[in-house]
T-cell receptor, first 114, second 115 residues
């Protein structure tokens, strides 16, 4: 069965420091992978997605992610974190048969220290 | 563009009553909408897939008679929690299929508290 694992439940980084959020997936075929951010009172916002092609994907707000098939990973990175990046981050994979159904990881809470 | 709204944003109801939550795509048409449930500090769990003009498809373990879903138009899907109980208290989130690249657009969610 398809699954997504985000090993880090909570991460704290200092403002200006680099960030990497980990995501590992289990999927039988080539996955469609997504990173979403959830802020209080707001809907989930898509940061970036990977379908095919270049394994390094650029997203909004300065985020990027790299698809590594050999490691079944799709880690999210940002070179310099801003206080406004504090939020909940979810990695997701599309479901079997690419029906559009998303399977989400457990989420990682990012706290940014001033 | 691609805005999804939910109404109400929060609701408190008494045990045994029913509550309806609306999900609207404001500036695009969505043949498919999804309903998720999110417990505090937890991930989103897909409850059902809603297709315009047809019956919803429920995920395993979701009671279709308790969570009634109607997708009457290309811009509106509703979730009715029938005979609500305290254990139904949760954060309910809908999303709409944008039709391009399997991207989903999410509503802001509805906080349901059953007393």
């Amino acid at each position: 069965a398809q699954s997504v694992t985000q090993p880090d439940i909570h991460i704290t980084v200092s403002e200006g420091a680099s960030l990497e959020l980990r995501c590992n997936y289990s999927y039988g075929a080539t996955p469609y992978l997504f990173w979403y951010v959830q802020s209080p009172g707001q809907g989930l916002q898509l940061l970036l997605k990977y379908f095919s092609g270049d394994t390094l994907v650029q997203g909004i707000k300065g985020f990027e992610a790299e698809f590594k098939r050999s490691q079944s990973s799709f880690n999210l990175r940002k070179p310099s974190v801003h206080w406004s990046d504090a939020a909940e981050y979810f990695c997701a994979v599309s479901g079997s048969g690419n029906t559009g159904k998303l399977i989400f990881g457990q989420g990682t809470t990012l706290q940014v220290k001033p | 563009g691609a805005v999804v709204s939910q109404h109400p944003s929060w609701v408190i109801c008494k045990s045994g009553t029913s509550v309806k939550i609306e999900c609207r795509s404001l500036d695009f048409q969505a043949t498919t909408m999804f309903w998720y449930r999110q417990f505090p500090k937890q991930s989103l769990m897909l409850m059902a897939t809603s297709n315009e003009g047809s019956k919803a498809t429920y995920e395993q373990g979701v009671e279709k008679d308790k969570f009634l879903i109607n997708h009457a138009s290309l811009t509106l899907s509703t979730l009715t929690v029938t005979s609500a109980h305290p254990e139904d208290s949760s954060f309910y989130i809908c999303s709409a299929d944008g039709g391009i690249g399997y991207e989903q657009y999410f509503g802001p969610g509805t906080r349901l508290t059953v007393t």
